[in-house]
């Protein structure tokens, strides 16, 4: 199995901060690299795909860099309603696996 | 627009089984994958597995063989995970989450589309 390891753990910053996460797996998933964000309570939503695409309906504040085994997902200005748990995931083959998420909290 | 709507939450006994729902609306239901997805209380996310919606094959990871059964009714567009053999470690939120394939039908991909979650409980 694909080990997905991110970094960091949890992080806290301030509004309008840049944040950045990074991800790296354990063998090449090439660019099927997907990240989600989950609030409290509701379900996974997808933000960004194949590495760098913008899901539909994601602000542009968020970005994916990467290939291979190292990723990252990006957060320019950092808002309110960005406080999650952001989770990497490799979809090159099965079974998919997650990271163990980053816990971003708002200063 | 699409939906995924999962059953309610269920508290069952060590050794019962359940089986959740999840009903997928406004797209064509066996053209993408469905995905199955557990979040234990506390932890992170823990893939379970999928099943090809047009073929109805299964794709289990291995912790999850045996007693994690997934199965289709694609006359109502419904995606089913039973559960037998309860136990408490069991206890969990089971989602269901649409595949969008990168190339091909049923190929790898991302899971754009997430029911609700449904919260199962097992203890005696």
């Known amino acids: 199995d694909t080990q997905m390891t991110q970094s960091p753990s949890s992080l806290s910053a301030s509004v309008g901060d840049r944040v950045t996460i990074t991800c790296r797996a354990s063998?090449?998933?090439?660019?099927?690299l997907n990240w989600y964000q989950q609030r409290p309570g509701t379900a996974p939503k997808l933000l960004i795909y194949?590495?760098?695409s913008l899901q539909s309906g994601v602000p542009p504040r968020f970005s994916g860099t990467g290939s291979g085994t190292d990723f990252t997902l990006t957060i320019s200005s950092l808002q309110p309603e960005d406080s999650a748990t952001y989770y990497c995931?490799?979809?090159?083959?099965?079974?998919?696996?997650f990271g163990q998420g980053t816990k971003l909290e708002i200063k | 627009q699409v939906e995924l709507v999962q059953s309610g939450s269920e508290l069952k006994k060590p050794g019962a089984s359940v089986k959740v729902s999840c009903k997928a609306s406004?797209?064509?239901?066996?053209?993408?994958?469905m995905h199955w997805v557990r979040q234990a209380p506390g932890q992170g996310l823990e893939w379970l597995g999928w099943?090809?919606?047009?073929?109805?094959?299964?794709e289990y990871a291995q912790d999850f063989t045996g007693r994690f059964v997934f199965s289709l009714d694609t006359s109502v567009r419904t995606a089913y995970l039973q559960i037998s053999s309860l136990k408490t470690e069991d206890t969990a939120v089971y989602y269901c989450?649409?595949?969008?394939?990168?190339?091909?039908?049923?190929?790898?991909?991302?899971?754009?589309?997430w029911g609700q979650g449904t919260l199962v409980t097992v203890s005696s």
């Open positions: 989450a649409r595949n969008i394939a990168a190339a091909g039908a049923m190929g790898p991909g991302w899971l754009d589309s």
């Open positions: 406004g797209y064509s239901f066996t053209r993408y994958g």
């Open positions: 099943i090809n919606t047009h073929t109805g094959n299964p």
């Open positions: 063998q090449i998933v090439v660019s099927y």
């Open positions: 194949g590495a760098t």
């Open positions: 995931q490799q979809s090159y083959n099965t079974p998919y696996t």
